[in-house]
């Protein structure tokens, strides 16, 4: 294994060792019993800027003994806090995908004539001449092109849609991913990300998951709160705050998880934070946590720290109650 590396750059795909070969990434966590199975706290939004990501970055400062899990893998963030160095790393196969093998190819345009995607093209290669070829990005995987091909010129190949890793902070070890672009079935790899920090923790003996989870209420937020002890809300006083928070404890409560919530920015207006409190009464939801608006978050984050670490504001201190809170509620058994 080489030495820690900082943050790759998208398209490295050499293999990497398995997480079990790995050395524990932070020595100084206390374990837990290495038998139990470890608690997941999942803290979600119901879109980005809502402060989830800082939120995230703050409790991974303060609760020890954990393994972080970036499964916002559309748009992950969570590294620009905690500057991870890489360990381990691995190609997200989901699917397959079509590739023309020109030298077999007759040119006759049948798979063109029947792929349903418009995957397949006939383009002008660097020798001038009029080839076929697939589009990755557009294609389905279906098969039905190799199928039409009487030449035996179309082979399907695993897709690579991303890129998963396991990588060491300062505040424990990060389970994150990144999507290609135009790769789907990112509820796939959110649950690869949750899956592993979960094998990763029973290996390490830590006794809880902090999942930063994506955005809206779509199929890799369900990915993400699957099997959650404790969904945290991040929401912000604003019309869109208070609509999305709805659709969120939705989805959670229909799931019968455990929800808490946190208003951010809360003295931005008092008037929606008003109105958010009165949607947590009339579902049964406590605000375990509300957060000032102050300009040191910010600053804490283009110096690359949580707002714990930056201190000197009163939000860090609203926060390590908010923590109390959640630690407690952890200890509760399921709903
Ligand atoms: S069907 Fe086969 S031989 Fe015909 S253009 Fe497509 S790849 Fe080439
Ligand atoms: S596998 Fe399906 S989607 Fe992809 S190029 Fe072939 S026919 Fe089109």
């Given at each position: 294994?080489?030495?820690?590396?900082?943050?790759?750059?998208?398209?490295?795909?050499?293999?990497?060792?398995?997480?079990?070969?790995?050395?524990?990434?932070?020595?100084?966590?206390?374990?837990?019993?290495?038998?139990?199975?470890?608690?997941?706290?999942?803290?979600?939004?119901?879109?980005?800027?809502?402060?989830?990501?800082?939120?995230?970055?703050?409790?991974?400062?303060?609760?020890?003994?954990?393994?972080?899990?970036?499964?916002?893998?559309?748009?992950?963030?969570?590294?620009?806090?905690?500057n991870p160095k890489r360990r381990h790393h691995?190609?997200f196969i989901s699917g397959k995908e079509a590739?023309?093998?020109?030298?077999?190819?007759?040119?006759?345009?049948?798979?063109?004539?029947?792929?349903?995607?418009?995957?397949?093209?006939?383009?002008?290669?660097?020798?001038?001449?009029?080839?076929?070829?697939?589009?990755?990005?557009?294609?389905?995987?279906?098969?039905?092109?190799?199928?039409?091909?009487?030449?035996?010129?179309?082979?399907?190949?695993?897709?690579?849609?991303?890129?998963?890793?396991?990588?060491?902070?300062?505040?424990?070890?990060?389970?994150?991913?990144?999507?290609?672009?135009?790769?789907?079935?990112?509820?796939?790899?959110?649950?690869?990300?949750?899956?592993?920090?979960?094998?990763?923790?029973?290996?390490?003996?830590?006794?809880?998951?902090?999942?930063?989870?994506?955005?809206?209420?779509?199929?890799?937020?369900?990915?993400?709160?699957?099997?959650?002890?404790?969904?945290?809300?991040?929401?912000?006083?604003?019309?869109?705050?208070?609509?999305?928070?709805?659709?969120?404890?939705?989805?959670?409560?229909?799931?019968?998880?455990?929800?808490?919530?946190?208003?951010?920015?809360?003295?931005?207006?008092?008037?929606?934070?008003?109105?958010?409190?009165?949607?947590?009464?009339?579902?049964?939801?406590?605000?375990?946590?509300?957060?000032?608006?102050?300009?040191?978050?910010?600053?804490?984050?283009?110096?690359?720290?949580?707002?714990?670490?930056?201190?000197?504001?009163?939000?860090?201190?609203?926060?390590?109650?908010?923590?109390?809170?959640?630690?407690?509620?952890?200890?509760?058994?399921?709903?």
């Open positions: 294994m080489s030495g820690p590396e900082q943050e790759p750059t998208k398209g490295v795909s050499e293999p990497g060792p398995t997480v079990s070969e790995s050395e524990p990434a932070v020595s100084e966590q206390t374990p837990a019993a290495p038998e139990s199975t470890p608690k997941q706290l999942v803290v979600l939004s119901g879109k980005g800027g809502t402060g989830k990501t800082s939120v995230v970055a703050a409790l991974a400062t303060l609760a020890t003994a954990k393994v972080l899990a970036d499964c916002d893998v559309d748009a992950a963030d969570l590294h620009l806090v905690l691995e190609t590739r023309i093998i020109a030298d077999r190819c007759s040119a006759c345009g049948d798979c063109m004539d029947h792929c349903r995607f418009d995957a397949i093209r006939l383009v002008v290669d660097a020798d001038g001449r009029s080839v076929y070829t697939v589009d990755p990005i557009s294609c389905e995987g279906c098969g039905l092109c190799a199928r039409v091909c009487t030449s035996g010129a179309i082979e399907m190949l695993d897709a690579e849609r991303g890129e998963w890793f396991v990588s060491d902070t300062r505040h424990g070890p990060l389970v994150h991913a990144r999507l290609s672009i135009g790769g789907e079935n990112s509820g796939k790899l959110v649950t690869l990300v949750r899956e592993q920090a979960v094998s990763l923790a029973r290996e390490i003996g830590a006794g809880l998951i902090l999942v930063d989870g994506p955005p809206g209420i779509g199929c890799p937020v369900i990915a993400s709160v699957t099997g959650a002890d404790l969904v945290l809300a991040v929401t912000e006083p604003t019309v869109s705050g208070a609509h999305d928070l709805e659709r969120a404890a939705e989805l959670v409560q229909g799931f019968g998880l455990s929800l808490a919530v946190c208003i951010n920015k809360t003295d931005l207006n008092p008037d929606m934070a008003g109105r958010i409190r009165e949607v947590c009464t009339a579902r049964g939801l406590s605000v375990v946590g509300e957060l000032s608006y102050d300009t040191a978050v910010i600053r804490a984050q283009v110096e690359g720290k949580s707002i714990i670490e930056y201190g000197g504001s009163p939000v860090a201190d609203q926060i390590r109650d908010m923590w109390r809170i959640l630690e407690d509620r952890l200890e509760e058994p399921k709903e």
